[in-house]
């Protein structure tokens, strides 16, 4: 009789909780590693794209009691505040990570996942001679495991260890997160650009909206604060001005993120497969990373469980996610030069303007179907 398998699932976001729930469901035997403890906010815009719904609500992974907004329309601003909005074919809905990520971790552990919170992975090495993975955590102890699900995120430490290149790169980009009371559509995703970035503002649950932005390091350096750029470089755009004075800012300070690499990575290495972010990060401005989490997750899930020997999963693995997702984050990296500059963000400006079918394209192409 063969043995049950051991998955290790490095790194509790959306990529490692919805891998590690549909691995438990299955009778997989799993161990999730978080280095944070929840609840707890992260940077991300929280506007989550439709395709993922059916999937969610098949898996019972859908907090569906929760009233969160539904997404039906983008609005876009150029750096004058010079506005178009457009309708979304697919859509999305709204929710903070603070409480979507802890209800999957509730869903996880009710699967039967053995979740290791404050557990920071220092190393893993895969034993050809064992065919098992070794992981060490920083306190020292060590787990084996058959499969290791690499979820830790767009940057980690682990990466450095890893070797993987794009770890030496230095990224220009800092993220910013708010949540706010405000009076503005509930129904609207906002893409509200600036000189160096641009801001996504969209309602969350509980009446609030989530505004996060992508900005400028060397800009926040030459300003000195965030307090500083933002009154220097967004509040220029006159959509932002309105929305930075007339809304109630809810945390004490914002959730900021440095390092915010778009650069590409592979979707397999070390043996490790690799899962949402870890295998690339989409621009912010496509609002998709999260459902690419997801979906990532749940063909992970499916190798793992549906293959025996690791080539064939890898195999499997990598064949998937190139086909999903490798055009998606090549499309997003080259709409990104479409924003965050007077210049490119007034041609984005007359592309939905003038070009409906354009701009749907471009919205296609960074987005997956339901599945
Ligand atoms: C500014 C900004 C705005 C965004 N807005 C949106 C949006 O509106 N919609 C959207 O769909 N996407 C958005 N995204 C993208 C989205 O946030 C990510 O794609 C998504 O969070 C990826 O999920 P993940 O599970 O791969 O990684 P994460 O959610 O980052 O989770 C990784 C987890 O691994 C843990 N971890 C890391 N290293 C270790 C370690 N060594 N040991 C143990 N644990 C570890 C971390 O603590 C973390 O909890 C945005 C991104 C940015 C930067």
Same mark, same amino acid.
């Given at each position: ?6 998955? #290790?699932?490095i790194g509790?976001?959306l990529a ?32 989550? $794209?439709?395709?993922?719904?059916d999937? #969610?609500? /098949? ?7 929760i ?11 150029d750096?004058? =505040? ?7 074919? #697919?859509g ?17 552990m ?38 290791v %699900?690499?979820a ?15 770890i ?6 800092? =993220?910013?997160k708010? @949540? %706010? !009371? $405000?009076d ?7 893409? @509200?650009?600036?000189?160096? =970035?641009y801001?996504?503002?969209n309602? %969350?649950?509980?009446?609030?909206? !989530? #505004? ?43 959730e900021?993120?440095?390092?915010? !690499? ?8 070390? @043996? ?9 990060? %989409?621009?912010?401005?496509?609002g ?6 997801? @979906? ?9 469980? $549906? ?17 999903e997702?490798?055009? /998606?984050l ?5 709409t990104?030069r ?5 210049f490119?963000?007034?041609?984005? &400006? &007359? ?17 997956g179907?339901?599945?």
């Amino acid at each position: 009789m063969q043995s049950r398998k051991r998955v #290790l699932v490095i790194g509790g976001g959306l990529a490692g909780l919805i891998s590690s729930c549909v691995l438990a469901k299955n009778g997989v035997e799993v161990v999730l590693f978080e280095k944070k403890q929840y609840p707890f906010h992260r940077v991300c815009g929280e506007y989550i $794209s439709n395709e993922v719904i059916d999937f #969610l609500t /098949r898996e019972g992974l859908l907090p569906a009691h929760i009233d969160f907004p539904k997404i039906g329309q983008f609005e876009f601003t150029d750096t004058h =505040g010079k506005g178009s909005r457009t309708p979304l074919d #697919l859509g999305g809905f709204g929710l903070s990570r603070y409480v979507l990520d802890y209800w999957l971790v509730q869903k996880a552990m009710q699967l039967g996942v053995t979740l290791l919170e404050r557990s920071n992975v220092i190393d893993v090495i895969y034993d050809q001679t064992a065919d098992k993975f070794e992981l060490e955590l920083a306190g020292g102890e060590k787990y084996l495991g058959d499969f290791v %699900i690499a979820a830790h995120g767009k940057r980690s430490k682990i990466d450095k260890v890893l070797h993987r290149p794009f770890i030496e790169k230095r990224s220009p980009y800092i =993220g910013v997160k708010y @949540h %706010i !009371n $405000s009076d503005l559509d509930r129904s609207v995703v906002a893409l @509200h650009n600036f000189e160096g =970035g641009y801001c996504g503002v969209n309602a %969350i649950e509980d009446q609030k909206f !989530n #505004l996060c932005y992508l900005g400028s390091r060397e800009q926040l350096r030459s300003y000195g604060s965030i307090d500083e750029m933002e009154k220097h470089v967004l509040m220029k755009n006159p959509a932002l001005n309105r929305i930075f004075k007339e809304s109630e800012f809810l945390f004490d300070k914002p959730e900021v993120i440095n390092e915010i !690499n778009f650069e590409p990575k592979l979707p397999v290495e070390n @043996h490790l497969l690799m899962v949402g972010d870890a295998a690339g990060l %989409i621009t912010p401005l496509c609002g998709n990373g999260m459902a690419m989490a997801i @979906h990532a997750g749940k063909i992970a899930a499916e190798a793992i469980l $549906s293959l025996q020997s690791r080539k064939e999963v890898e195999k499997y693995y990598t064949q998937n996610w190139n086909r999903e997702f490798k055009r /998606r984050l090549q499309v997003g990296r080259w709409t990104q030069r479409l924003f965050g500059s007077k210049f490119s963000s007034t041609i984005a &400006y &007359y592309i939905l303007q003038k070009s409906p079918f354009l701009a749907n394209q471009i919205i296609r192409n960074t987005h997956g179907k339901t599945f």
